[in-house]
């Protein structure tokens, strides 16, 4: 794919890099457990597309002195465009953007999506795959594919839109094309035992995948597992069972060399998404599209989660965004938060550097208990959590925040 004219390599200089991430707000069916925005109905698909391009060009001198480094294609569920409709996104984004020589390009994608026709078509019905050159052919160069679970009875508890087969054959033809894929994977899901567990993961190990993102079952307000739960139609998550079904996922997934670099993410050497990282070491990004959030270092923005508002704002040239300035608690407390959850730990120096010496000492005064606890430790001026803590990761940096009282 050729965008020679327009790249990195521009003679204005360039002070680092950014993501750009765009939401695709559209999924076939909703899974109970999801609290995303999106919608079932595809009918404003062609006008949301044409105002997601809208988007790209009215902020396009945001970060007019940085370099895209990575595209994000999440939702939602992103494989439902077309390929002309994603072409013609990362299009725009070329146009309107420095990009860098080789972005990473990511797609979030449903296995049912993916893999060709149905089973019940003869061989000589049915057509080529031809999908996974199309998005090689448009630049896209890694996968993120929603597999969740290879058992039946956990898709259809988390009322899934693919079935068991369709998760394995969808990864059979897509190591074929692609190198750089991740899959996701839930645990402690009603009903899911520690032996089924283990199988889901060996079976993932099997399609040789060099990156595992891995989610506990999140029961989220509004969400019809939720309600199902409430009425005692599905057992409630069970949080001791997630903690050993956690533990089991670290020790397999460590001992088939995956490097855990994140608290929900597994990979091997040279395969972390590269997006998410720069999420998780303050890196701006962009997001484009209904309920996208952006962030430029000291600001945060988020756009209007509905679709129709979205797209009526942008036809008028407006982008529908609310914005706010982060103080520097915030600043401190989110670095906090995303620090402790990776391999890179919190910089001491950082935090001096950054909010003061005074958060230094604040730091090094609260995380005192947890290191005596063995939750926490420190190694070459950094606060990392050790790996009992891990799955307590976000309430020990809960107990780190700089509150404001007043």
Aim: charged fraction near 25%; aromatic fraction near 10%.
């Amino acid at each position: 794919m050729n965008h020679a004219n327009k790249s990195a390599s521009t003679s204005r200089k360039l002070d680092g890099s950014f993501g750009i991430y765009i939401h695709i707000p559209f999924c076939k069916q909703a899974c109970h457990y999801c609290d995303f925005h999106f919608s079932t109905s595809l009918n404003k698909k062609d006008e949301l597309v044409n105002a997601l391009a809208k988007e790209l060009v009215l902020r396009k001198d945001e970060f007019k002195n940085k370099y895209v480094a990575t595209i994000y294609f999440g939702g939602g569920t992103p494989s439902l465009l077309a390929i002309e409709e994603l072409k013609f996104l990362i299009d725009e984004v070329y146009k309107n953007y420095n990009v860098s020589e080789k972005p990473e390009i990511t797609i979030e994608a449903n296995p049912d999506d993916l893999i060709s026709e149905p089973d019940s078509l003869s061989a000589a019905e049915m057509l080529p795959l031809t999908i996974f050159k199309d998005y090689k052919t448009i630049g896209i160069n890694r996968l993120s594919i929603g597999i969740q679970s290879f058992y039946e009875e956990d898709l259809k508890l988390m009322n899934r839109a693919h079935n068991s087969e369709e998760a394995k054959k969808c990864l059979e033809e897509a190591t074929k094309h692609f190198d750089n894929i991740s899959i996701d994977l839930i645990y402690s899901i009603p009903g899911m035992s520690n032996e089924r567990w283990i199988d889901n993961i060996e079976t993932a190990l099997a399609f040789d995948i060099p990156h595992i993102s891995s989610y506990a079952l999140t029961v989220e307000p509004k969400t019809a597992l939720a309600t199902f739960i409430k009425k005692g139609i599905i057992k409630n998550v069970d949080d001791d069972l997630a903690q050993e079904q956690f533990h089991i996922l670290i020790e397999k997934l460590e001992g088939a060399g995956f490097i855990h670099y994140e608290l929900s993410n597994f990979g091997k050497e040279g395969y972390f998404s590269r997006n998410n990282s720069a999420y998780w070491q303050g890196i701006p990004y962009l997001g484009i599209g209904p309920s996208a959030h952006s962030f430029d270092g000291k600001h945060r923005g988020w756009n209007v989660r509905n679709n129709s508002k979205y797209i009526k704002s942008l036809d008028k040239n407006i982008v529908p965004i609310e914005t706010e300035t982060l103080s520097i608690n915030d600043r401190y407390n989110e670095y906090i938060m995303t620090g402790l959850r990776t391999i890179w730990g919190v910089s001491l120096e950082k935090v001096a550097q950054e909010f003061g010496e005074s958060y230094k000492t604040y730091l090094l005064a609260q995380s005192e208990k947890h290191i005596m606890e063995h939750l926490l430790y420190l190694d070459d001026g950094k606060l990392l959590v050790t790996k009992k803590g891990k799955f307590l990761s976000d309430g020990i940096a809960s107990d780190l925040f700089k509150i404001n009282l007043s």
